[in-house]
């Protein structure tokens, strides 16, 4: 960060003509502690030079933005105040257009993402005021769509999940990671609000700051929040089919674009790991202390060779990965496709195991239910009734004194 007040940088996004640029949004979101005179301007650096190429100037921070795949020169940011801002870097640092404040969010944007559709001019936000909301750019006066996240489907804003992060695959589902420590997987295509939320998995004690699905096996997606990194199979909510456990806070994550088996993970204590599944489970077949300060955000560039790293104070690393681990191995689809289905069967069979314990439990807990209430209704001796008044009333007078 160029300026006095140091701030975090936690959001990043690759230039779409071969990464040679990265915009970075700079922002604190260390709630009612932002000194009087922070800087609002966010950055695009030029690589070659590692030199700021431009300064973009929101009117609020921005919390996240991203660059539009189909159209290099324009960028989408989410800011703090809940405004959703677009540039045209053709026409400098000052914005082209804002939404409006009454039709915009009501708290932070976490995450913003451009649509893969004909026009190119489509995106959609998330913010932890509880609601996902669909943008066309050419008019972003107000949302062309708008979906509360309240599990219940009644659409209620008070019981609404906050969301953090956004995932998005072309046939128009999506997926919202929430403070909660929910994901709410949901269909665009359907007719009604309370259809287009299909399902919720429960999986984190904390919040969800990165989702993902897996580029090679759409089915399986990752997840990261409180010390663990989880991958899923849309076909079993009840758990994730594999994880791993760290010491400390995990911030982001993302798959790598080349690799199927291989992820990547961000720290608190400044660590980044990779993951090669492939190689082992248990831990990762890299970590790099990247820096001394807590690491916020990552992103990698579609050749998944370099690698960004966004840091507390302000600090953007770039990495370049070795070949081993961004040049795809002999077999690897297969062999992860394997393993992907092989998790998948195993925690089916020990679902429907706990199933049927928990069946088995239910139904006992109701017989002796039924024991004991042909019990007391077989009680009628007034000897015993009289003598258990009794116990009862000393017990009782004893309990008081």
């Known amino acids: 960060d160029p300026n006095q007040v140091k701030r975090t940088i936690t959001g990043l996004s690759w230039h779409p003509d071969g990464g040679r640029k990265l915009a970075a949004a700079y922002c604190s979101l260390d709630f009612q502690k932002s000194p009087p005179n922070m800087s ?37 940011g989410g800011s703090y105040g809940g405004q ?21 969010h009501r708290d932070p944007v976490y995450k913003i993402i451009w649509l893969q559709s004909k026009t190119g001019t489509d995106a959609f936000s998330a913010s932890t005021d509880g609601q996902i909301l669909w943008w066309d750019v050419r008019k972003l006066s107000e949302p062309t769509e708008r979906l509360v996240l309240d599990p219940s489907r009644e659409g209620n804003l008070d019981q609404a999940l906050g969301a953090i992060s956004l995932e998005f695959e ?16 949901c269909n665009k295509k359907a007719k009604t609000p309370a259809e287009k939320i299909v399902c919720t998995y429960e999986g984190h004690h904390g919040p969800i700051y990165a989702i993902q699905r ?4 759409p089915k399986n997606f990752l997840t990261v929040g409180d010390w663990t990194a989880r991958i899923w199979s849309e076909d ?22 080349v690799r199927p088996s291989v992820f ?5 204590e400044g660590v980044l790991d990779i993951w090669d599944l492939l190689f082992k489970q248990s831990e ?22 370099v690698l960004a790293c966004g840091s507390h104070s302000g600090e953007a690393t770039l990495l370049h990965i070795s070949s081993a681990l961004s040049t ?22 020990l679902e429907a195991r706990q199933r049927e314990i928990r069946l088995k439990e239910r139904s006992r807990s109701e017989q002796s239910r039924e024991d004991e209430a042909w019990r007391e209704d077989g009680d009628d001796d007034p000897e015993q009734i009289l003598a258990k008044v009794e116990s009862d009333f000393y017990s009782m007078v004893e309990i008081e004194m």
């Open 236 to 257: 079993i909510k009840e758990s994730s089919i594999m994880w791993t456990y760290q010491m400390s806070y995990l911030m982001d994550a993302c798959w790598s674009p």
């Open 264 to 268: 990547l993970t961000v720290k608190m």
């Open 170 to 185: 072309p046939t128009m589902k999506f997926m919202v990671g929430t403070e909660q420590g929910m994901v709410v997987s």
């Open 84 to 104: 959703i801002v677009l540039w045209d870097t053709r026409r400098g640092s000052q914005p082209v257009e804002y939404s409006s404040l009454e039709h915009a």
């Open 328 to 349: 795809l191995q002999k077999n690897e689809k297969s062999l992860m496709a394997a393993m992907f289905e092989r998790e998948t069967k195993r925690e089916k069979i």
């Open 214 to 217: 897996n580029p090679f096996f």
């Open 284 to 305: 990762p077949t890299l970590s790099v202390k990247v820096s001394d300060k807590a690491l916020y955000s990552l992103r990698i560039q579609d050749n998944g060779q």
């Open 40 to 76: 609002f301007d966010s950055y695009i650096w030029d690589l070659k030079p590692n030199y700021p190429e431009m300064a973009l100037k929101p009117e609020s921070p921005l919390v996240c933005l991203d660059y539009n795949p189909k159209d290099p020169h324009t960028l989408l």
